[in-house]
């Protein structure tokens, strides 16, 4: 009887750790939704490599679940390029990428965008992305690994008026890649897709709201009420970073080896509704 139980609860933690021994770069790791992410991957026995700007607190998470983290600077491919390079001399190869890593918009009106502003955030969300399908897509190749990777779109993406124009721009760009990306590694057996949350409480929220009401006393769960309020197919509720990091698993997972190209909009059914609009 004991030895059924014992075995019974080696087979459950084996059979729970999805990711056991995969090797993980997480871009913008450090908060939100890329350091849901990575706590969960660990959890799942996943190495992890957080990458991102706010260095003591990536280093601090990447300490927290054995991971490593490293400075770096999406926009830059030398910084993209360094943060592959590290989880291949740390673990020897890579299996999962999280193009994750973001900036919100400024917003405002089409006939007065500041052109500076959105050659910054394309640098950031669209270039940041293609360094990361560039340099993830080579380790794998070359380390003959069935490899995923995975880019945070957004359901500004998807409905008109969710984001600054900019926004949208560069997450309707990330769909494109991944498409395209999807379509060329096939063949070597890497996975590329993307999820696409909508209004999931973080600080890239908390700026937005700022701006968009008006006052700086906004806070997560306030942002959370207005969310879930607005939003009549939602089941009760805004979707959270953990929502996120859970179909972020799943698509890294083998579970999901039959999908790839494919957009997993993450929005509590609000895109699927014709009155929602924010
Ligand atoms: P967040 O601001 O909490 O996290 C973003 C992370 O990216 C931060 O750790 C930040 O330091 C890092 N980052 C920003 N610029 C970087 C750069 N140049 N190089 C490296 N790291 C950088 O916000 P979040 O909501 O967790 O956003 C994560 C991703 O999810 C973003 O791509 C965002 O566009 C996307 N997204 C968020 C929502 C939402 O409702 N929160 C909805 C749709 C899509």
Not at 9 to 37: F, H, N, P, Y
Not at 46 to 66: K, M, Q, R
């Amino acid at each position: 009887m004991e030895t059924d139980t014992r075995m019974h609860d080696e087979i459950q933690s084996l059979s729970t750790k999805r990711l056991m021994g995969k090797v993980a770069v997480i871009t913008g790791g450090a908060r939100g939704i890329g350091a849901a992410t990575a706590k969960l991957f660990a959890q799942n026995g996943a190495y992890v490599v957080i990458a991102d700007l706010l260095d003591e607190l990536g280093a601090n998470l990447a300490d927290s679940i054995g991971g490593r983290y490293i400075h770096c600077d999406v926009s830059k491919e030398a910084d993209v390029e360094s943060a592959i390079k590290l989880a291949l001399t740390w673990k020897g190869g890579l299996d999962i990428m999280f193009n994750n890593a973001g900036i919100g918009d400024a917003g405002g009106s089409i006939t007065n965008l500041d052109m500076d502003q959105v050659k910054y955030l394309v640098s950031i969300n669209v270039y940041g992305n293609l360094h990361g399908m560039k340099y993830a897509a080579q380790a794998m190749i070359k380390g003959g690994r069935k490899g995923c990777i995975i880019c945070t779109s957004s359901s500004a993406a998807l409905m008109g008026g969710l984001g600054g124009h900019a926004y949208t721009l560069s997450k309707e760009a990330i769909l494109g890649m991944m498409r395209s990306a999807a379509c060329e590694l096939g063949v070597h057996g890497i996975r590329v897709n993307c999820v696409s949350p909508h209004g999931v409480p973080s600080e890239m929220l908390v700026s937005a709201y700022r701006k968009f009401l008006g006052r700086m006393d906004v806070n997560l769960e306030e942002i959370g009420k207005i969310i879930g309020e607005r939003a009549s197919l939602l089941p009760g509720r805004c979707g959270s970073t953990e929502d996120v990091a859970h179909a972020v698993l799943y698509l890294a997972s083998e579970n999901a080896e039959y999908i790839t190209g494919h957009n997993l909009v993450l929005d509590g059914g609000y895109t699927s509704a014709s009155s929602n609009m924010s």
